[in-house]
């Protein structure tokens, strides 16, 4: 089956870095995505994944471990606008996503 | 450019009653998909069409039907609204369907209480 875990809610302080975690289980892959959704608006989005390591791109990065099925958002330089839900979301074989239910960050200054 | 729209932004809805959710995009996008996001669960996909004249079932169909007469419209019909369909609906769109890198664009949503 298809499976994909992340954690419900995350606190961290404003100028701080926060990583946010998500592991999958799959039986096809095609790449590791993240989305940002800020509360009452569509998810827009981060990163793509599909090969082993660490992608940046400004003060987001997002890492892949494809034999450990394990992704991590790192958010550096934390700013009160980065309070949302940071969605983990893996691509199977029929090229489709399979979403995790999300990780609300808190900002807190 | 308004990428994707939809309407109505937000609905009230007997049970029993039939309602279509409009969604358009001016990207020329060829593929679309339709997604419910429910509070603690991820977002699911209900139906999508990877090209116009063409569509598929997600994970969670039952209930809803789709078209795709063109490249950009996909309404989502609920033939007959259950309160279990009570949901925040996106629709979104990516360039192509079936290659590895597909960024989907989303509409802002619909909000749907059926009563």
């Known amino acids: 089956g298809q499976n994909i875990d992340q954690p419900t809610e995350m606190t961290a302080t404003e100028g701080a870095i926060v990583q946010i975690n998500c592991t999958y289980q799959?039986?096809?892959?095609?790449?590791l995505f993240w989305y940002q959704q800020h509360a009452g608006e569509a998810p827009t989005f981060l990163s793509y994944?599909?090969l082993d390591g660490l992608e940046e791109k400004g003060r987001f990065s997002s890492f892949l471990s494809r034999s450990k099925g394990y992704s991590y958002l790192l958010l550096k330089e934390l700013q009160m606008k980065d309070s949302a839900s940071y969605l983990c979301?893996?691509?199977?074989?029929?090229?489709?996503?399979?979403w995790g239910a999300g990780t609300k960050l808190i900002i807190k200054p | 450019i308004a990428g994707i729209t939809q309407a109505p932004t937000s609905q009230i809805l007997a049970a029993g009653r039939r309602m279509t959710l409009r969604c358009t995009q001016d990207?020329?996008?060829?593929?679309m998909y339709w997604y419910r996001q429910d509070l603690g669960l991820g977002l699911r996909l209900i139906h999508y069409?990877?090209?116009?004249?063409?569509?598929g079932k997600g994970e969670v169909p039952d209930g809803y039907s789709v078209s795709r007469a063109n490249t950009d419209d996909f309404p989502l019909t609920l033939a007959s609204a259950v309160p279990s369909q009570t949901s925040v609906y996106f629709c979104?769109?990516?360039?192509?369907?079936?290659?590895?890198?597909?960024?989907?664009?989303f509409g802002p949503g619909t909000r749907l209480t059926v009563l």
């Open positions: 799959t039986s096809g892959f095609n790449g």
């Open positions: 994944n599909v």
């Open positions: 069409s990877n090209t116009a004249g063409t569509t």
């Open positions: 979301a893996h691509m199977d074989s029929n090229y489709q996503l399979i």
């Open positions: 990207m020329r996008h060829n593929a």
């Open positions: 979104a769109s990516s360039e192509v369907a079936g290659e590895p890198y597909n960024e989907q664009f």
